[in-house]
């Protein structure tokens, strides 16, 4: 599909208020199953599979303790993650064993230790923490391709005219509580048309749907701290006696604003649904999606290269409708354990041709240093065009020319399909002097057309070449004994541990530096073309002006240097 329903927005709030400790507890159970699953002999079955990347990042401390704690112990005994705020160790994230034991969040961890001697404690690890929270993002991905963070532990999901895929907003509230519940989660989600409203009703009314309209009854009884509008203005709304947001909605908003500010009133106004901030996706929404669920997963290569060819013909006629044609397409495989894996081709132009994505999907896949891993199946296959063109119609039956062209793309396109676009280059000249700038290095595929139309400067005829056929990227140091002042060549230079004596020589040719790109402070270049005893021929520049020349043309002089910059043929 091109576009979505105009309908009103419905958005899905998703909040993981123990993420820290879920995710550490996780890894602690994984750990002992697959180190139960190496000393067992009859072990016949693989454990299943974390959400993707989960446990990378980890803390050094982290990894001590997690080897230390069993998941007995983590069952039997309450566990804490701690972090370090304000020169004190306090609780950053609970179980909920530790909050029967009457534990909180922002406890200092001494006083836990006093409540609580036998809790288990984890250091916190914020990078793997986003890690985990970026991996569920990925997986909720199969939802709708609209989710955004939500930090520190939650998410956006814009399912405006998406729940009916999945049998309606309570069904899919449903699938996403009860998967992430499965995967050891502590997780609170509510639909709302609004996503401040949504984010309210997930710390406090779980699993709540609010009807377009209805937001302000929904969240009128919840207190004034679901709003996450900072303790400090929840502790002066509580000293005015307004203990919940139906006490607050009932105020004049300009009586709020006076003493709470502007940003305060508008984030109260988007929890009663009085319009509402747009939420910054992920990733950009493509122009075009296709894809194929199944019921059962998918494992083999080739029911996977057969769906997605399926999906490219698909793709293709809807970009057909409006007359474009993809310029990047991205191929995305779910698995069924959470792991997302997405595989992107580029082309140098508008593709409208399903056999020609199915060519560049298989020269990518094929070329893949790691391999498409299925694990247990995917059960999801999307195909998207994430940048699409209009189609600009040539005669190409008559014109040899463009079917040349069509040809030299399409072949660029394979290349870079499988080992890279980046390394499929044309060179661009460029407006300057200064020789290592004079040729610009660009993708081919997105500047072919350019590369074709380029002017280069002829070469005359009977004269040998200016530039050599050899350019070094970086010029490299020479060591010369003595050279003619104040501009002359040298007699003898040492390159790489070799000496050569110049027999015959050409130049100078001089080079000043760009001065409004340099400040002014960039040395003179005097080049020459050099010949030695053996018939080598180098491009040589001294970097910098002798005293006496120096004095010449009013500049302070400077330390001289000679380099090496190319070989002639």
């Known amino acids: 599909m091109s576009a979505f329903s105009e309908n009103r927005r419905r958005i899905l709030s998703l909040w993981l208020p123990r993420l820290p400790i879920d995710r550490i507890q996780r890894r602690c159970k994984a750990s002992s199953s697959a180190a139960r699953e190496q000393n067992s002999n009859d072990a016949v079955g693989a454990p299943p599979l974390p959400l993707a990347g989960e446990g990378r990042g980890a803390s050094a401390s982290d990894t001590v303790r997690v080897e230390r704690a069993s998941p007995t112990q983590i069952a039997t005994f309450p566990s804490v993650v701690v972090a370090k705020q304000h020169n004190a160790i306090l609780i950053h994230s609970l179980d909920e064993a530790a909050v029967r034991a009457g534990l909180s969040i922002g406890l200092p961890l001494a006083n836990a230790r006093a409540i609580c001697p036998e809790m288990t404690v984890f250091d916190a690890d914020e990078i793997a923490d986003t890690k985990t929270l970026n991996d569920i993002a990925d997986w ?107 006490d607050v909605a009932l105020r004049a908003p300009h009586e709020i604003t006076a003493r709470f500010g502007a940003s305060f009133t508008t984030l109260l106004a988007h929890a009663l649904g009085q319009g509402d901030a747009p939420i910054s996706s992920r990733k950009p929404l493509p122009d075009y999606i296709v894809e194929k669920r199944f019921p059962d997963p998918v494992t083999t290569d080739t029911v996977i290269a057969m769906n997605l060819s399926a999906l490219a013909a698909m793709l293709v006629t809807a970009m057909d409708r409006q007359g474009k044609g993809a310029r990047r397409l991205d191929a995305s495989f779910f698995r069924t354990d959470g792991a997302v894996r997405t595989i992107s081709v580029d082309t140098g132009r508008p593709v409208t041709k399903p056999e020609v994505i199915d060519r560049l999907f298989r020269e990518r896949l094929d070329a893949l240093n790691d391999p498409l891993d299925p694990g247990f199946g995917f059960d999801l296959i999307r195909l998207s065009a994430s940048r699409t063109e209009i189609v600009v119609q040539q005669q190409r039956d008559l014109d040899a020319t463009v079917h040349d062209n069509d040809e030299l793309s399409a072949l660029i396109d394979r290349i870079a399909a499988r080992i890279g676009g980046k390394r499929v280059v044309v060179h661009l000249p460029e407006d300057t002097h200064i020789p290592e700038r004079a040729v610009l290095a660009v993708a081919a595929q997105h500047h072919l057309a350019a590369a074709a139309q380029a002017a280069w400067p002829e070469r005359i005829e009977s004269e040998p070449p200016l530039r050599p056929l050899r350019l070094f990227d970086r010029p490299e140091p020479i060591n010369v004994p003595f050279a003619t002042v104040p501009d002359g060549p040298p007699h003898q230079f040492t390159w790489r541990r070799v000496t050569h004596a110049v027999v015959r020589v050409e130049g100078p040719e001089r080079i000043a530096m760009e001065w409004w790109k340099q400040n002014g402070d960039g040395p003179t270049r005097d080049y020459f073309r050099i010949e030695d005893e053996a018939g080598l021929r180098f491009w040589i520049f001294r970097d910098g002006l002798y005293e006496s020349e120096a004095a010449d043309a009013e500049v302070e002089p400077g330390s001289v240097r000679w380099f090496v910059h190319g070989l002639f043929a």
């Open 140 to 246: 909720c991905d199969r939802f709708t391709p609209l989710v955004a963070l939500d930090p520190p532990y939650g998410l956006f999901l814009d399912i405006t005219g998406c729940a009916h895929l999945f049998g309606g907003e309570r069904a899919l509230l449903q699938i996403v509580i009860g998967a992430l519940s499965r995967r050891g989660f502590a997780v609170s989600a509510a639909i709302a048309s609004t996503s401040i409203c949504a984010r309210t009703l997930t710390r406090h009314a779980s699993g709540k749907i609010v009807a377009d309209g209805e937001e302000a009854e929904a969240v009128a009884p919840l207190p004034i701290s679901a709003l996450g509008a900072g303790d400090a203005i929840t502790a002066g709304l509580r000293r005015a006696g307004l203990k919940t947001i139906g």
